[in-house]
Protein backbone atom coordinates (compact mmCIF):
# COMPACT_ATOMS: atom_id res chain seq x y z
CA UNK A 1 0.00 0.00 0.00
CA UNK A 2 1.12 3.55 -0.80
CA UNK A 3 -0.33 5.23 2.11
CA UNK A 4 1.60 8.03 1.51
CA UNK A 5 1.81 10.41 4.29
CA UNK A 6 4.45 12.51 2.42
CA UNK A 7 2.47 13.53 -0.50
CA UNK A 8 2.99 16.88 -1.26
CA UNK A 9 -0.09 18.80 -2.66
CA UNK A 10 0.68 22.18 -4.56
CA UNK A 11 -1.76 24.74 -3.53
CA UNK A 12 -5.08 25.15 -5.84
CA UNK A 13 -4.31 28.58 -6.59
CA UNK A 14 -1.50 27.53 -8.16
CA UNK A 15 -2.41 24.22 -9.50
CA UNK A 16 -5.13 26.33 -11.30
CA UNK A 17 -2.45 28.99 -12.58
CA UNK A 18 -0.30 25.96 -14.31
CA UNK A 19 -2.88 23.36 -15.60
CA UNK A 20 -6.69 22.78 -16.96
CA UNK A 21 -8.35 20.34 -14.86
CA UNK A 22 -10.51 17.27 -17.10
CA UNK A 23 -12.88 15.74 -15.06
CA UNK A 24 -15.00 12.82 -15.54
CA UNK A 25 -18.08 11.67 -13.48
CA UNK A 26 -19.59 8.44 -12.90
CA UNK A 27 -22.24 8.17 -11.04
CA UNK A 28 -24.09 5.37 -9.86
CA UNK A 29 -27.57 5.20 -8.75
CA UNK A 30 -29.63 2.36 -7.31
CA UNK A 31 -33.23 2.40 -8.54
CA UNK A 32 -35.99 2.16 -5.98
CA UNK A 33 -37.99 -0.58 -7.83
CA UNK A 34 -39.85 -2.84 -5.61
CA UNK A 35 -37.77 -6.23 -6.65
CA UNK A 36 -33.97 -7.05 -8.04
CA UNK A 37 -33.09 -6.38 -11.71
CA UNK A 38 -33.27 -10.02 -12.83
CA UNK A 39 -35.01 -11.59 -10.00
CA UNK A 40 -38.41 -10.96 -7.42
CA UNK A 41 -35.85 -10.38 -4.04
CA UNK A 42 -36.90 -7.20 -2.37
CA UNK A 43 -34.66 -4.14 -2.32
CA UNK A 44 -35.10 -3.13 1.21
CA UNK A 45 -31.93 -1.50 3.11
CA UNK A 46 -31.24 -2.76 6.17
CA UNK A 47 -32.46 -6.15 6.78
CA UNK A 48 -30.61 -8.82 7.97
CA UNK A 49 -27.97 -10.24 5.99
CA UNK A 50 -28.39 -13.22 3.13
CA UNK A 51 -32.83 -12.66 4.01
CA UNK A 52 -33.23 -11.34 0.22
CA UNK A 53 -31.99 -13.90 -1.72
CA UNK A 54 -32.65 -16.45 -4.04
CA UNK A 55 -30.99 -18.59 -6.59
CA UNK A 56 -30.77 -16.30 -9.42
CA UNK A 57 -28.94 -13.17 -7.48
CA UNK A 58 -26.95 -15.72 -5.45
CA UNK A 59 -25.51 -17.05 -9.25
CA UNK A 60 -26.46 -20.85 -8.58
CA UNK A 61 -26.32 -23.22 -11.48
CA UNK A 62 -29.47 -23.48 -13.82
CA UNK A 63 -31.03 -20.06 -12.26
CA UNK A 64 -31.89 -17.96 -15.28
CA UNK A 65 -32.85 -14.45 -15.12
CA UNK A 66 -35.89 -11.88 -16.32
CA UNK A 67 -35.77 -8.69 -16.82
CA UNK A 68 -37.55 -6.18 -13.78
CA UNK A 69 -39.90 -3.90 -16.38
CA UNK A 70 -40.10 -1.28 -14.12
CA UNK A 71 -36.08 -0.90 -13.73
CA UNK A 72 -36.33 -0.39 -18.02
CA UNK A 73 -38.68 2.31 -17.85
CA UNK A 74 -36.57 3.70 -15.16
CA UNK A 75 -33.50 3.90 -16.72
CA UNK A 76 -35.38 5.69 -20.07
CA UNK A 77 -37.02 7.48 -17.87
CA UNK A 78 -33.38 8.98 -16.18
CA UNK A 79 -31.90 8.98 -20.13
CA UNK A 80 -34.60 11.28 -21.54
CA UNK A 81 -34.37 13.32 -18.49
CA UNK A 82 -30.85 13.91 -18.90
CA UNK A 83 -31.57 14.71 -22.99
CA UNK A 84 -30.56 11.63 -24.29
CA UNK A 85 -31.07 9.15 -27.07
CA UNK A 86 -33.08 6.25 -26.05
CA UNK A 87 -31.88 3.06 -28.12
CA UNK A 88 -33.65 1.08 -30.07
CA UNK A 89 -32.40 -2.00 -29.41
CA UNK A 90 -29.88 -2.73 -27.37
CA UNK A 91 -28.51 -6.23 -25.10
CA UNK A 92 -27.18 -7.36 -21.35
CA UNK A 93 -23.26 -8.12 -20.93
CA UNK A 94 -21.46 -9.89 -19.14
CA UNK A 95 -18.53 -8.36 -17.31
CA UNK A 96 -16.37 -10.90 -16.16
CA UNK A 97 -14.08 -10.77 -12.79
CA UNK A 98 -13.62 -13.04 -9.96
CA UNK A 99 -14.34 -11.32 -6.78
CA UNK A 100 -16.32 -12.94 -3.74
CA UNK A 101 -18.87 -9.66 -4.26
CA UNK A 102 -20.57 -11.12 -7.02
CA UNK A 103 -21.12 -14.88 -6.76
CA UNK A 104 -22.04 -15.58 -10.90
CA UNK A 105 -18.38 -14.59 -11.64
CA UNK A 106 -19.84 -11.69 -13.63
CA UNK A 107 -21.31 -8.81 -13.47
CA UNK A 108 -24.54 -8.16 -15.89
CA UNK A 109 -24.40 -4.97 -17.16
CA UNK A 110 -24.20 -3.04 -20.64
CA UNK A 111 -21.01 -2.70 -22.56
CA UNK A 112 -21.04 -1.08 -26.08
CA UNK A 113 -24.96 -0.91 -26.24
CA UNK A 114 -26.32 1.57 -23.17
CA UNK A 115 -29.56 2.11 -23.26
CA UNK A 116 -29.36 6.13 -23.17
CA UNK A 117 -26.33 7.71 -24.82
CA UNK A 118 -25.43 11.48 -26.05
CA UNK A 119 -27.50 13.98 -23.48
CA UNK A 120 -26.18 16.76 -21.66
CA UNK A 121 -27.64 18.66 -18.84
CA UNK A 122 -26.90 22.26 -17.37
CA UNK A 123 -25.65 23.02 -13.73
CA UNK A 124 -25.23 26.57 -12.67
CA UNK A 125 -22.21 27.58 -10.33
CA UNK A 126 -21.95 31.24 -8.55
CA UNK A 127 -24.65 32.27 -11.78
CA UNK A 128 -22.60 30.63 -14.24
CA UNK A 129 -23.65 28.04 -16.46
CA UNK A 130 -22.05 25.16 -17.31
CA UNK A 131 -22.79 22.29 -19.87
CA UNK A 132 -22.72 19.07 -18.91
CA UNK A 133 -22.10 16.36 -21.60
CA UNK A 134 -23.72 12.85 -21.10
CA UNK A 135 -21.77 9.66 -22.66
CA UNK A 136 -23.95 7.21 -21.69
CA UNK A 137 -26.53 5.52 -18.91
CA UNK A 138 -26.89 2.11 -18.56
CA UNK A 139 -27.94 -0.60 -16.88
CA UNK A 140 -26.50 -3.18 -14.68
CA UNK A 141 -26.79 -4.69 -11.15
CA UNK A 142 -25.10 -3.77 -7.54
CA UNK A 143 -23.01 -6.32 -6.14
CA UNK A 144 -23.14 -7.62 -2.64
CA UNK A 145 -21.64 -6.26 0.37
CA UNK A 146 -18.01 -7.87 1.71
CA UNK A 147 -17.06 -7.24 5.54
CA UNK A 148 -13.45 -7.84 5.59
CA UNK A 149 -12.37 -9.55 8.98
CA UNK A 150 -8.85 -9.88 10.10
CA UNK A 151 -6.42 -8.33 12.38
CA UNK A 152 -5.50 -5.25 10.33
CA UNK A 153 -8.59 -4.35 9.23
CA UNK A 154 -7.64 -3.20 5.47
CA UNK A 155 -8.55 -5.28 2.62
CA UNK A 156 -5.19 -6.04 2.37
CA UNK A 157 -4.51 -7.31 6.10
CA UNK A 158 -7.80 -9.30 5.56
CA UNK A 159 -7.69 -12.68 6.50
CA UNK A 160 -10.89 -13.47 5.42
CA UNK A 161 -14.43 -11.76 4.33
CA UNK A 162 -18.05 -11.97 5.12
CA UNK A 163 -20.44 -11.25 2.22
CA UNK A 164 -24.38 -10.66 2.27
CA UNK A 165 -26.05 -10.95 -1.22
CA UNK A 166 -28.87 -8.83 -0.17
CA UNK A 167 -27.92 -6.02 -2.27
CA UNK A 168 -26.49 -8.35 -4.90
CA UNK A 169 -28.64 -7.89 -8.11
CA UNK A 170 -30.67 -4.68 -6.74
CA UNK A 171 -31.36 -2.22 -10.29
CA UNK A 172 -28.70 0.25 -10.76
CA UNK A 173 -28.24 2.73 -13.55
CA UNK A 174 -24.61 4.62 -14.26
CA UNK A 175 -24.72 7.65 -15.71
CA UNK A 176 -20.87 8.94 -17.32
CA UNK A 177 -20.63 12.20 -18.05
CA UNK A 178 -18.20 12.81 -21.11
CA UNK A 179 -15.04 14.60 -20.44
CA UNK A 180 -16.16 18.23 -18.57
CA UNK A 181 -13.51 20.99 -19.58
CA UNK A 182 -12.78 24.49 -19.39
CA UNK A 183 -14.07 24.87 -16.16
CA UNK A 184 -11.24 26.19 -14.34
CA UNK A 185 -10.87 26.89 -10.93
CA UNK A 186 -14.59 26.15 -10.96
CA UNK A 187 -14.05 22.67 -11.59
CA UNK A 188 -14.97 21.50 -7.54
CA UNK A 189 -17.70 23.33 -7.50
CA UNK A 190 -18.69 22.12 -10.74
CA UNK A 191 -18.70 18.70 -10.07
CA UNK A 192 -20.87 19.25 -6.95
CA UNK A 193 -23.46 21.08 -8.12
CA UNK A 194 -23.51 18.18 -11.07
CA UNK A 195 -24.06 15.35 -8.31
CA UNK A 196 -26.41 17.65 -6.32
CA UNK A 197 -28.66 18.46 -9.52
CA UNK A 198 -28.82 14.66 -10.70
CA UNK A 199 -29.98 14.07 -7.07
CA UNK A 200 -32.97 16.61 -7.34
CA UNK A 201 -33.51 15.25 -11.12
CA UNK A 202 -33.57 11.75 -10.17
CA UNK A 203 -35.73 12.52 -7.23
CA UNK A 204 -37.97 14.31 -9.03
CA UNK A 205 -38.35 11.18 -11.18
CA UNK A 206 -39.29 9.16 -8.09
CA UNK A 207 -36.95 6.71 -9.77
CA UNK A 208 -34.17 6.58 -6.34
CA UNK A 209 -34.23 7.61 -2.99
CA UNK A 210 -30.73 8.76 -4.13
CA UNK A 211 -29.61 8.99 -0.17
CA UNK A 212 -25.75 8.98 -0.20
CA UNK A 213 -24.65 7.91 3.24
CA UNK A 214 -26.69 4.60 2.06
CA UNK A 215 -25.15 4.19 -1.05
CA UNK A 216 -28.40 4.63 -2.76
CA UNK A 217 -26.17 7.03 -4.98
CA UNK A 218 -21.94 6.94 -5.53
CA UNK A 219 -19.66 8.95 -7.36
CA UNK A 220 -16.42 8.13 -9.00
CA UNK A 221 -14.23 10.90 -9.93
CA UNK A 222 -12.07 10.67 -13.17
CA UNK A 223 -9.69 13.94 -13.22
CA UNK A 224 -6.56 14.74 -15.54
CA UNK A 225 -4.61 17.79 -15.25
CA UNK A 226 -3.48 19.44 -18.65
CA UNK A 227 -0.42 22.28 -18.68
CA UNK A 228 -2.81 25.33 -19.58
CA UNK A 229 -3.10 25.91 -23.52
CA UNK A 230 -2.42 22.19 -24.13
CA UNK A 231 -5.53 20.67 -26.15
CA UNK A 232 -4.47 16.96 -25.04
CA UNK A 233 -5.50 15.53 -21.80
CA UNK A 234 -3.40 14.08 -19.47
CA UNK A 235 -3.41 10.55 -17.57
CA UNK A 236 -6.38 10.12 -15.23
CA UNK A 237 -7.09 8.68 -11.85
CA UNK A 238 -10.64 7.65 -11.03
CA UNK A 239 -11.07 8.14 -7.54
CA UNK A 240 -14.11 5.74 -5.77
CA UNK A 241 -15.98 5.76 -2.92
CA UNK A 242 -16.98 9.14 -3.22
CA UNK A 243 -20.50 9.26 -1.30
CA UNK A 244 -21.54 12.71 -0.17
CA UNK A 245 -21.36 16.16 -1.47
CA UNK A 246 -18.91 17.85 -0.23
CA UNK A 247 -16.78 14.82 -0.96
CA UNK A 248 -17.30 15.11 -4.43
CA UNK A 249 -15.62 18.51 -4.11
CA UNK A 250 -12.87 17.85 -1.61
CA UNK A 251 -11.41 15.12 -3.89
CA UNK A 252 -11.70 16.61 -6.66
CA UNK A 253 -9.58 19.64 -5.09
CA UNK A 254 -7.06 17.02 -3.45
CA UNK A 255 -6.45 15.59 -6.64
CA UNK A 256 -5.51 19.05 -8.51
CA UNK A 257 -3.44 19.54 -5.89
CA UNK A 258 -1.77 15.76 -5.66
CA UNK A 259 -1.66 16.26 -9.53
CA UNK A 260 -0.01 19.54 -9.73
CA UNK A 261 2.64 18.68 -7.24
CA UNK A 262 3.37 15.34 -9.15
CA UNK A 263 3.93 17.11 -12.56
CA UNK A 264 5.22 19.72 -11.37
CA UNK A 265 7.99 17.64 -9.74
CA UNK A 266 8.67 16.26 -13.18
CA UNK A 267 6.94 13.12 -11.93
CA UNK A 268 4.07 10.92 -13.98
CA UNK A 269 0.53 10.66 -12.89
CA UNK A 270 -0.39 7.03 -13.06
CA UNK A 271 -3.70 5.72 -14.37
CA UNK A 272 -5.16 4.01 -11.65
CA UNK A 273 -8.13 3.56 -9.04
CA UNK A 274 -7.66 5.87 -5.74
CA UNK A 275 -9.58 5.53 -2.74
CA UNK A 276 -11.03 8.40 -0.90
CA UNK A 277 -10.91 8.63 2.94
CA UNK A 278 -13.52 10.93 4.16
CA UNK A 279 -12.15 10.78 7.53
CA UNK A 280 -8.78 12.31 6.51
CA UNK A 281 -9.67 14.24 3.46
CA UNK A 282 -7.24 12.43 1.21
CA UNK A 283 -6.96 9.85 -1.61
CA UNK A 284 -4.87 6.43 -1.35
CA UNK A 285 -3.66 4.34 -4.53
CA UNK A 286 -5.83 1.14 -5.07
CA UNK A 287 -5.09 -1.10 -7.85
CA UNK A 288 -3.76 0.04 -11.93
CA UNK A 289 -6.38 -0.12 -13.68
CA UNK A 290 -7.99 -2.69 -15.95
CA UNK A 291 -8.51 -2.67 -19.64
CA UNK A 292 -11.79 -3.06 -20.87
CA UNK A 293 -10.65 -6.37 -22.03
CA UNK A 294 -9.67 -8.01 -19.13
CA UNK A 295 -13.25 -7.85 -18.42
CA UNK A 296 -13.63 -9.97 -21.60
CA UNK A 297 -17.38 -8.70 -21.81
CA UNK A 298 -19.92 -10.42 -24.38
CA UNK A 299 -23.64 -10.14 -25.23
CA UNK A 300 -25.90 -12.19 -22.09
CA UNK A 301 -26.99 -15.00 -23.57
CA UNK A 302 -29.82 -15.61 -21.12
CA UNK A 303 -31.51 -12.05 -22.07
CA UNK A 304 -33.08 -11.19 -25.05
CA UNK A 305 -32.45 -7.72 -26.35
CA UNK A 306 -34.45 -4.63 -25.50
CA UNK A 307 -36.06 -2.99 -28.10
CA UNK A 308 -38.50 0.22 -26.88
CA UNK A 309 -40.74 0.75 -29.55
CA UNK A 310 -40.65 4.57 -29.64
CA UNK A 311 -44.35 4.92 -29.10
CA UNK A 312 -43.10 3.90 -25.65
CA UNK A 313 -40.17 6.19 -25.31
CA UNK A 314 -42.68 9.16 -26.00
CA UNK A 315 -45.32 7.94 -23.28
CA UNK A 316 -41.82 7.90 -20.90
CA UNK A 317 -40.80 11.52 -22.44
CA UNK A 318 -44.62 12.89 -21.98
CA UNK A 319 -44.54 11.33 -18.05
CA UNK A 320 -41.02 13.82 -17.29
CA UNK A 321 -41.15 15.96 -14.44
CA UNK A 322 -40.09 19.65 -15.49
CA UNK A 323 -36.30 20.27 -16.13
CA UNK A 324 -34.01 21.23 -13.27
CA UNK A 325 -33.84 25.28 -14.87
CA UNK A 326 -37.53 25.64 -15.16
CA UNK A 327 -38.27 23.46 -11.70
CA UNK A 328 -36.01 26.32 -10.32
CA UNK A 329 -36.88 29.37 -12.04
CA UNK A 330 -41.24 28.26 -11.18
CA UNK A 331 -39.75 27.48 -7.43
CA UNK A 332 -38.09 30.98 -7.07
CA UNK A 333 -41.06 33.06 -8.50
CA UNK A 334 -43.23 30.92 -5.97
CA UNK A 335 -41.22 31.26 -3.05
CA UNK A 336 -40.39 35.12 -3.67
CA UNK A 337 -36.70 34.26 -3.54
CA UNK A 338 -33.77 36.75 -4.68
CA UNK A 339 -31.63 35.73 -6.89
CA UNK A 340 -28.95 35.73 -4.30
CA UNK A 341 -31.18 33.64 -1.93
CA UNK A 342 -32.14 30.89 -4.67
CA UNK A 343 -28.41 30.67 -5.66
CA UNK A 344 -27.40 30.27 -1.63
CA UNK A 345 -29.97 27.99 -1.78
CA UNK A 346 -29.35 25.44 -4.26
CA UNK A 347 -24.80 26.32 -3.15
CA UNK A 348 -26.04 24.77 0.34
CA UNK A 349 -27.63 21.95 -1.44
CA UNK A 350 -31.04 22.47 0.47
CA UNK A 351 -33.20 22.98 -2.74
CA UNK A 352 -35.19 19.69 -2.33
CA UNK A 353 -34.83 20.10 1.48
CA UNK A 354 -36.11 24.01 1.42
CA UNK A 355 -38.87 22.36 -1.05
CA UNK A 356 -40.32 19.57 0.85
CA UNK A 357 -40.49 22.19 3.97
CA UNK A 358 -42.31 24.30 2.45
CA UNK A 359 -44.44 21.22 1.06
CA UNK A 360 -45.18 20.17 4.94
CA UNK A 361 -46.96 23.59 5.61
CA UNK A 362 -43.72 26.04 6.56
CA UNK A 363 -43.28 29.64 4.88
CA UNK A 364 -40.52 29.76 2.63
CA UNK A 365 -38.70 32.39 4.71
CA UNK A 366 -39.11 30.03 7.62
CA UNK A 367 -37.67 26.92 5.53
CA UNK A 368 -34.87 29.09 4.17
CA UNK A 369 -34.26 30.47 7.43
CA UNK A 370 -33.77 27.08 9.21
CA UNK A 371 -31.77 25.38 6.25
CA UNK A 372 -29.11 28.14 5.46
CA UNK A 373 -28.66 28.82 8.78
CA UNK A 374 -28.83 26.53 11.93
CA UNK A 375 -29.29 23.74 9.81
CA UNK A 376 -25.83 24.22 7.78
CA UNK A 377 -23.97 24.93 10.72
CA UNK A 378 -24.57 22.06 12.10
CA UNK A 379 -24.18 20.08 8.99
CA UNK A 380 -20.85 21.78 8.88
CA UNK A 381 -19.44 21.32 12.26
CA UNK A 382 -20.38 17.37 11.90
CA UNK A 383 -18.84 17.02 8.32
CA UNK A 384 -22.05 15.90 6.83
CA UNK A 385 -24.21 16.83 4.32
CA UNK A 386 -27.33 18.87 5.29
CA UNK A 387 -29.50 15.73 3.54
CA UNK A 388 -28.00 13.32 5.89
CA UNK A 389 -28.07 14.93 8.78
CA UNK A 390 -31.29 12.98 11.39
CA UNK A 391 -33.68 15.67 10.92
CA UNK A 392 -36.35 15.70 8.24
CA UNK A 393 -37.88 18.55 6.65
CA UNK A 394 -41.34 17.25 8.16
CA UNK A 395 -39.65 17.86 11.15
CA UNK A 396 -38.27 21.75 10.37
CA UNK A 397 -41.92 22.26 9.48
CA UNK A 398 -43.24 21.06 13.01
CA UNK A 399 -40.73 23.43 14.73
CA UNK A 400 -41.56 26.09 12.92
CA UNK A 401 -45.54 25.65 13.18
CA UNK A 402 -44.50 25.13 16.80
CA UNK A 403 -43.23 28.29 16.63
CA UNK A 404 -46.01 30.26 14.93
CA UNK A 405 -48.37 28.93 17.43
CA UNK A 406 -46.40 30.73 20.03
CA UNK A 407 -45.65 27.46 22.08
CA UNK A 408 -41.86 27.80 21.67
CA UNK A 409 -39.61 30.62 20.64
CA UNK A 410 -36.73 30.52 18.29
CA UNK A 411 -34.05 29.90 21.25
CA UNK A 412 -36.04 27.00 22.26
CA UNK A 413 -36.77 25.93 18.63
CA UNK A 414 -32.86 25.75 18.68
CA UNK A 415 -32.99 23.12 21.68
CA UNK A 416 -36.17 20.95 20.04
CA UNK A 417 -33.79 20.93 17.01
CA UNK A 418 -30.79 18.97 19.36
CA UNK A 419 -33.23 16.95 20.85
CA UNK A 420 -34.42 15.53 17.15
CA UNK A 421 -30.89 15.33 16.22
CA UNK A 422 -29.54 13.28 19.41
CA UNK A 423 -32.35 11.03 18.36
CA UNK A 424 -34.99 12.08 21.25
CA UNK A 425 -37.67 11.76 18.98
CA UNK A 426 -40.45 13.88 17.21
CA UNK A 427 -39.89 17.44 17.73
CA UNK A 428 -43.70 16.78 19.58
CA UNK A 429 -41.69 14.03 21.86
CA UNK A 430 -38.73 16.82 22.41
CA UNK A 431 -41.26 19.43 23.43
CA UNK A 432 -42.77 17.10 25.63
CA UNK A 433 -39.60 15.20 27.31
CA UNK A 434 -37.28 18.41 27.45
CA UNK A 435 -40.38 20.81 28.94
CA UNK A 436 -39.68 23.28 26.54
CA UNK A 437 -43.20 24.84 25.66
CA UNK A 438 -42.79 28.66 26.53
CA UNK A 439 -44.49 30.05 29.62
CA UNK A 440 -48.12 31.32 28.57
CA UNK A 441 -48.89 32.01 32.42
CA UNK A 442 -49.46 35.83 32.13
CA UNK A 443 -50.00 36.08 35.92
CA UNK A 444 -46.24 33.98 36.44
CA UNK A 445 -44.68 36.12 33.25
CA UNK A 446 -45.86 38.94 35.09
CA UNK A 447 -44.79 38.43 38.39
CA UNK A 448 -40.77 37.89 36.57
CA UNK A 449 -40.84 41.38 35.08
CA UNK A 450 -42.17 43.09 38.13
CA UNK A 451 -39.26 41.43 40.00
CA UNK A 452 -37.15 42.34 36.95
CA UNK A 453 -37.77 46.03 37.16
CA UNK A 454 -37.48 46.04 40.64
CA UNK A 455 -34.11 44.24 40.79
CA UNK A 456 -32.78 46.94 37.69
CA UNK A 457 -34.26 50.25 38.86
CA UNK A 458 -31.80 52.49 37.19
CA UNK A 459 -32.45 50.52 33.68
CA UNK A 460 -36.40 50.72 34.70
CA UNK A 461 -35.85 54.71 34.98
CA UNK A 462 -34.55 55.40 31.40
CA UNK A 463 -37.13 53.22 29.56
CA UNK A 464 -39.79 55.45 31.86
CA UNK A 465 -38.01 58.39 30.14
CA UNK A 466 -38.64 56.92 27.19
CA UNK A 467 -35.17 55.37 26.05
CA UNK A 468 -37.34 52.20 25.07
CA UNK A 469 -33.81 50.08 23.61
CA UNK A 470 -32.55 49.72 27.01
CA UNK A 471 -35.70 47.21 27.33
CA UNK A 472 -33.36 44.45 25.98
CA UNK A 473 -31.82 44.17 29.59
CA UNK A 474 -34.69 43.73 31.39
CA UNK A 475 -36.34 41.22 28.76
CA UNK A 476 -33.09 39.20 29.42
CA UNK A 477 -33.24 39.15 32.78
CA UNK A 478 -37.37 37.85 32.91
CA UNK A 479 -35.59 35.39 29.78
CA UNK A 480 -32.80 34.49 32.00
CA UNK A 481 -35.13 33.45 35.16
CA UNK A 482 -37.64 31.59 32.95
CA UNK A 483 -34.87 29.58 31.42
CA UNK A 484 -35.65 31.18 28.04
CA UNK A 485 -38.66 29.65 28.02
CA UNK A 486 -41.05 32.66 27.73
CA UNK A 487 -41.96 34.53 24.29
CA UNK A 488 -40.24 37.29 24.45
CA UNK A 489 -42.57 40.18 22.41
CA UNK A 490 -44.82 39.15 24.68
CA UNK A 491 -42.45 39.83 27.74
CA UNK A 492 -41.48 43.38 26.16
CA UNK A 493 -44.56 44.56 25.81
CA UNK A 494 -45.27 43.75 29.21
CA UNK A 495 -42.70 46.19 30.34
CA UNK A 496 -43.20 49.00 27.84
CA UNK A 497 -47.27 48.33 29.76
CA UNK A 498 -45.49 48.75 33.39
CA UNK A 499 -43.24 51.44 32.72
CA UNK A 500 -45.34 54.08 30.75
CA UNK B 1 1.73 -18.79 -34.15
CA UNK B 2 -1.33 -19.99 -32.14
CA UNK B 3 -4.27 -18.26 -31.62
CA UNK B 4 -3.10 -18.27 -28.00
CA UNK B 5 0.23 -17.19 -26.54
CA UNK B 6 1.45 -18.92 -23.66
CA UNK B 7 1.81 -15.45 -21.97
CA UNK B 8 -1.76 -14.48 -22.81
CA UNK B 9 -3.09 -18.06 -20.90
CA UNK B 10 -1.16 -17.09 -17.86
CA UNK B 11 -2.92 -13.39 -18.09
CA UNK B 12 -6.43 -15.41 -17.87
CA UNK B 13 -5.13 -17.47 -15.26
CA UNK B 14 -4.08 -14.52 -13.32
CA UNK B 15 -7.95 -12.88 -14.16
CA UNK B 16 -9.59 -15.79 -12.90
CA UNK B 17 -7.88 -16.13 -9.91
CA UNK B 18 -6.04 -19.57 -10.56
CA UNK B 19 -2.55 -20.09 -9.72
CA UNK B 20 -0.63 -22.14 -12.91
CA UNK B 21 2.70 -23.45 -12.19
CA UNK B 22 4.86 -23.76 -15.16
CA UNK B 23 4.53 -26.88 -16.34
CA UNK B 24 0.66 -26.35 -15.94
CA UNK B 25 0.94 -23.54 -18.35
CA UNK B 26 2.90 -25.88 -20.81
CA UNK B 27 0.19 -27.96 -20.60
CA UNK B 28 -2.54 -25.93 -20.96
CA UNK B 29 -1.62 -23.39 -23.68
CA UNK B 30 -1.77 -25.45 -26.23
CA UNK B 31 -4.95 -27.17 -25.69
CA UNK B 32 -6.87 -23.82 -25.74
CA UNK B 33 -4.81 -23.17 -28.67
CA UNK B 34 -6.72 -26.17 -29.98
CA UNK B 35 -9.98 -25.16 -28.48
CA UNK B 36 -10.08 -22.26 -29.93
CA UNK B 37 -9.16 -23.46 -33.81
CA UNK B 38 -12.25 -25.22 -33.41
CA UNK B 39 -14.37 -22.98 -32.61
CA UNK B 40 -12.88 -20.95 -35.32
CA UNK B 41 -14.42 -23.38 -37.98
CA UNK B 42 -17.74 -21.80 -37.33
CA UNK B 43 -16.43 -18.95 -39.36
CA UNK B 44 -15.84 -20.85 -42.31
CA UNK B 45 -19.16 -21.65 -42.39
CA UNK B 46 -21.09 -18.54 -41.79
CA UNK B 47 -21.40 -17.02 -45.10
CA UNK B 48 -20.91 -13.09 -45.90
CA UNK B 49 -24.96 -13.03 -45.47
CA UNK B 50 -25.09 -14.41 -42.33
CA UNK B 51 -24.88 -11.46 -39.58
CA UNK B 52 -23.30 -12.22 -36.18
CA UNK B 53 -25.84 -13.43 -33.64
CA UNK B 54 -25.96 -13.58 -30.14
CA UNK B 55 -28.65 -15.22 -29.25
CA UNK B 56 -30.94 -18.18 -30.98
CA UNK B 57 -34.73 -16.96 -30.01
CA UNK B 58 -35.78 -13.76 -32.32
CA UNK B 59 -37.44 -12.31 -29.27
CA UNK B 60 -37.21 -8.70 -27.91
CA UNK B 61 -38.80 -7.25 -24.59
CA UNK B 62 -39.02 -10.15 -22.22
CA UNK B 63 -39.71 -8.58 -19.20
CA UNK B 64 -41.18 -9.37 -16.14
CA UNK B 65 -43.32 -7.09 -13.81
CA UNK B 66 -41.50 -5.49 -10.69
CA UNK B 67 -43.43 -7.82 -7.92
CA UNK B 68 -41.67 -9.03 -4.95
CA UNK B 69 -41.44 -12.64 -4.89
CA UNK B 70 -40.43 -14.95 -1.74
CA UNK B 71 -36.78 -16.40 -2.44
CA UNK B 72 -34.42 -18.16 -0.21
CA UNK B 73 -34.06 -18.33 3.68
CA UNK B 74 -30.41 -17.14 4.95
CA UNK B 75 -30.92 -20.96 6.21
CA UNK B 76 -31.33 -22.18 2.77
CA UNK B 77 -29.32 -19.89 1.40
CA UNK B 78 -26.45 -20.55 3.48
CA UNK B 79 -26.69 -24.22 3.72
CA UNK B 80 -24.31 -24.87 0.64
CA UNK B 81 -21.67 -22.56 1.96
CA UNK B 82 -18.42 -24.11 3.25
CA UNK B 83 -17.86 -21.36 6.05
CA UNK B 84 -20.70 -19.18 7.92
CA UNK B 85 -20.26 -16.59 9.98
CA UNK B 86 -22.71 -13.62 11.34
CA UNK B 87 -25.30 -15.10 8.84
CA UNK B 88 -22.95 -14.38 6.21
CA UNK B 89 -20.95 -16.54 3.46
CA UNK B 90 -16.97 -16.68 4.34
CA UNK B 91 -14.62 -16.70 1.99
CA UNK B 92 -10.83 -17.02 1.47
CA UNK B 93 -9.11 -13.77 2.20
CA UNK B 94 -8.95 -10.69 -0.79
CA UNK B 95 -6.35 -11.48 -3.17
CA UNK B 96 -5.81 -8.14 -4.73
CA UNK B 97 -8.53 -5.47 -4.51
CA UNK B 98 -12.29 -5.02 -5.28
CA UNK B 99 -13.32 -4.67 -8.34
ZN1 LIG C 1 -32.84 -12.96 -6.04
Redesign the pocket.
Known sequence: MSTSTTTRLMSFDEALEKFDPVMGLEVHVELNTAS?MF???PTEFGAEPNTQ??P???GLPGAMPVVNEKAVESAMRIGLALNCQIAEWCRFARKNYFYPDMPKNFQTSQYDEPIAFDGWTEVEVDGETFRVDIERAHMEEDTGKSLHVGTSGRIHGADYSLVDYNRA?IPLIEIVTKPIVGTGAKAPLVAKAYVAQLRELLLGLGVSDVRMEQGSLRCDVNLSLRPVGQEAFGTRTETKNVNSLRSVERSVRYEIGRQGALLEDGGTVVQETRHWHEDTGVTTSGREKSDAEDYRYFPEPDLVPIAPSREWVEELRGSLPEPPREHRARLQAEWGFSDLEMRDTVGAGALLLVEQTIAAGASPAAARKWWLSDMARRANEQGVDLADLPVTPADVARVQALVDEGKINDKLARQVFDGVLAGEGTPDEVVAARGLAVVSDEGALSAAVDRAIEANPDVADKIRDGKVAAAGALIGAVMKEMRGQADAGRVRELIIEKLS | MPDITREEVAHLADLARIDLSDAELDHLAPQLAVILDSVKSINEVAADDVPPTSHALPLTNVFRADVVRP?LTAEEALAGAPEVEQQRFSVPRILGEEA
Open positions: KCGCVCVCLG | G
